[in-house]
């Protein structure tokens, strides 16, 4: 312990804790608090320690940041995400349930940081998503941004729609969609943090698409970053879609 402390005091705030040593530091299950340290400092420093590991940053927010047994260090959640990158799926997985065991962190702000944070280089990241989605699995199969979409939904007021609907049909493959609303057209797909398209997929997704639009339906897509950070656009737009439709959705006797 007076070993990081000592470091810390050595390299000269600002400096905090990282990685391994943050996660020893906020007991993470499995994770021992023991060199090499890894601390974390503001790039355009020239900070070297020979048996040490010092990581640079181009900013670190406030809600990322705090003082841990006396020592500067990054959050639990920061702390998650930096470890996300070198421990194996086992290991990552037992730290995420200690740390949610624990009242570190919750599965909710965790994924509001990821959404934050994913362009600025989280190699780890796709690795937690894995394994909170191994966590879902056992829930019942829906993941979390199709429960965070049911939740805006419900707290707009909005019509609470079916998931995971067979619609309609291309060539031999039925077309499944997340979210559909009975007596409308409207169904909804939530595209998760992990999406991208390659031209083959493009070519497939356009066709899928405009097979739905064939069949009648009004089809949207929203994606991971857009759920987390712009609920209010989201909510209005599906408002604005079932508009047309309120009368026939509200009643229950149809």
């Not at 409308?184 to 997929?201: D, I, K, N, S």
């Not at 997704?205 to 759920?227: E, H, K, S």
Request: charged share 20%; glycine share 8%.
């Amino acid at each position: 312990m007076a070993n990081i402390v000592d470091l810390i005091a050595d390299i000269g705030e600002p400096c905090w804790a990282t990685g391994l040593t943050a996660a020893g530091l906020h007991g993470f299950d499995g994770v021992p608090l023991r060199p090499p340290y890894h601390v974390v400092v503001m790039r355009g420093r020239n900070v070297r320690r020979i048996g040490h590991v010092v990581h640079t940053t181009v900013a670190l927010d406030p809600i990322d940041r705090e003082e841990t047994m006396g020592v500067p260090c990054v959050s639990p959640t920061r702390a998650l995400l930096a470890v996300s990158a070198t421990l194996d799926s086992a290991a990552l997985t037992c730290v995420l349930d200690g740390a949610l065991r624990d009242g570190l962190t919750t599965e909710d702000f965790v994924h509001r940081r990821i959404g934050a944070l994913r362009t600025k280089g989280r190699h780890g990241i796709p690795r937690l998503l894995d394994v909170i989605d191994g966590r879902e699995v056992v829930r019942g199969g829906q993941s979390w941004l199709e429960r965070e979409f049911l939740r805006l939904v419900h707290e707009a007021g909005l019509p609470v729609p079916l998931a995971q609907q067979s619609v309609s049909r291309q060539r031999q493959r039925l077309i499944r969609v997340d979210f559909r609303w009975p007596g409308t057209p409207v169904v909804v797909e939530a595209l998760g943090y992990r999406w991208h398209r390659t031209g083959a997929q493009m070519s497939a997704d356009a066709a899928r698409m405009n097979r739905l639009l064939l069949d009648g339906f009004l089809p949207f897509q929203f994606t991971y970053r857009q759920v987390v950070a712009d609920p209010p656009m989201v909510v209005e737009t599906v408002a604005s879609a079932l508009r047309p439709f309120l009368g026939r959705v509200f009643d229950r006797s149809a």
